[in-house]
């Protein structure tokens, strides 16, 4: 690690506290001035930094940069994580993340970025991504699942994002079979699992795990329609949530329940936040459009849906929205 790098995670570690130019100096080897000198040069890079002549300096909670340095000493994981990739823009972290899968990138491995041009959701959607708003990651997992797990895996990332957010904000979140978290209602995260095949075709080789949380206020970016249904963490809370922090709980909690995903144990947390459940609700499934209540999420996390002729169905994709409370 340089200076800079080394400066910047150590004050990330101290937690918004300050400490002195000169045990900066000590603790990296380096002169005072060479502190004060890559202190310039990060502030110059945009991360907010209050130097004080008597206590030395702190990094600012503001600060809206995305930096592995200020990622990594906040993650507890074995392997999440443990290869970071944080750029500025990207088309799509999941296109990077299957880049990095074809050149053997770890399990785990985790591609940030502060915007997408090419940002996708699901069937065939566009995601929006603007710039210093949304946190944009993809994690590659390589967990030789057997084939039937499979979907599970989106299930159990909608689980984590959602702990994620609400270690930092009071307000329920709340998940949508498959994969959207909602927060007031409104929709706050997607994500988008996309997962390559095993040769003999029943082990699933690797997946990336596309999550898009919006973080920031989206007020300026969004268009209206979208608005209609999208919002923020920011936007219905007023907090203004660390993005690097975000990420690295987020990064902590899919660990954790991706352990959880071959004893199905997930499924307690994440029936106790679906909510579809209970209601009358309208899915497509492929080109067909069913009307029907959702009964509940079965033991491979497909929703279970009466049709009005009395049918049962187990949809394992597709889209389901909520069309009434059931009185
Ligand atoms: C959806 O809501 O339909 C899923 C959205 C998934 C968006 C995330 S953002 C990070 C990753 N990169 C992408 O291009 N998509 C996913």
Same mark, same amino acid.
């Not at 985790?110 to 041009?117: E, K, N, P, S």
């Not at 994969?179 to 390559?196: F, V």
């Given at each position: 690690?340089?200076?800079?790098? &080394?400066?910047?995670? /150590? ?8 400490? #002195? ?8 080897? =380096? ?7 890559? =202190?310039?040069?990060? &502030? ?5 930094? /209050? ?9 600012? +909670? ?26 500025? /823009? ?6 990077? %993340?299957? &880049? ?6 770890? +399990? ?9 041009? @090419?940002?996708?959701?699901? !069937?065939?959607?566009?995601?929006? #991504? ?13 967990? +030789? ?12 990332? @909608?689980? @984590?994002?959602?702990?994620?957010? &609400?270690?930092?904000?009071?307000? +329920? ?67 203004? $949530? ?5 990420? @690295? ?30 209601? $009358?609700?309208?899915?497509? !499934?492929?080109?067909?459009? $069913? ?17 009005? #002729? ?16 059931? %009185?």
């Amino acid at each position: 690690m340089n200076v800079k790098s &080394e400066l910047l995670s /150590t004050l990330a570690e101290a937690n918004g506290e300050f400490i #002195s130019g000169a045990a900066l100096a000590e603790k990296l080897g =380096v002169s005072r001035n060479a502190v004060w000198k890559a =202190v310039k040069s990060l &502030e110059a890079e945009g991360f907010s930094i /209050t130097s004080v002549t008597s206590k030395g300096y702190k990094l600012n +909670h503001d600060n809206n940069i995305l930096s592995e340095n200020l990622i990594s000493p906040y993650l507890n994981t074995r392997k999440i994580g443990k290869v970071l990739k944080v750029f500025g /823009t990207v088309d799509s972290t999941n296109n990077i %993340a299957r &880049e990095l899968e074809t050149e053997k990138s770890p +399990h785990g491995t985790a591609v940030v970025a502060d915007r997408q041009t @090419a940002g996708r959701g699901r !069937i065939g959607r566009k995601f929006e #991504s603007p710039s210093g708003t949304g946190l944009y990651v993809s994690i590659l997992v390589r967990p +030789h699942f057997d084939l039937s797990f499979a979907p599970m895996i989106t299930a159990a990332a @909608a689980c @984590a994002a959602a702990e994620a957010v &609400e270690t930092f904000c009071g307000n +329920h979140v709340m998940i949508k079979w498959v994969n959207d978290l909602y927060m007031n209602g409104k929709k706050i995260c997607g994500i988008l699992t996309e997962a390559s095949l095993g040769l003999e075709m029943r082990v699933l080789d690797c997946a990336v795990i596309g999550i898009g949380i919006n973080v920031r206020s989206i007020k300026d970016c969004f268009d209206s329609e979208l608005k209609k249904k999208a919002t923020s963490i920011e936007d219905e809370t007023g907090l203004v $949530i660390n993005r690097n922090r975000l990420c @690295a709980e987020l990064l902590n909690k899919l660990e954790v329940y991706l352990g959880m995903i071959e004893d199905r144990s997930f499924l307690i947390k994440y029936r106790e936040r679906e909510m579809l459940t209970g209601n $009358i609700i309208t899915a497509n !499934i492929g080109t067909e459009a $069913i009307i029907g209540e959702a009964l509940g999420i079965d033991d491979n996390a497909n929703l279970i849906v009466r049709l009005p #002729s009395g049918e049962i169905r187990e949809l394992s994709s597709g889209e389901a929205n909520l069309c009434r409370i059931k %009185a």
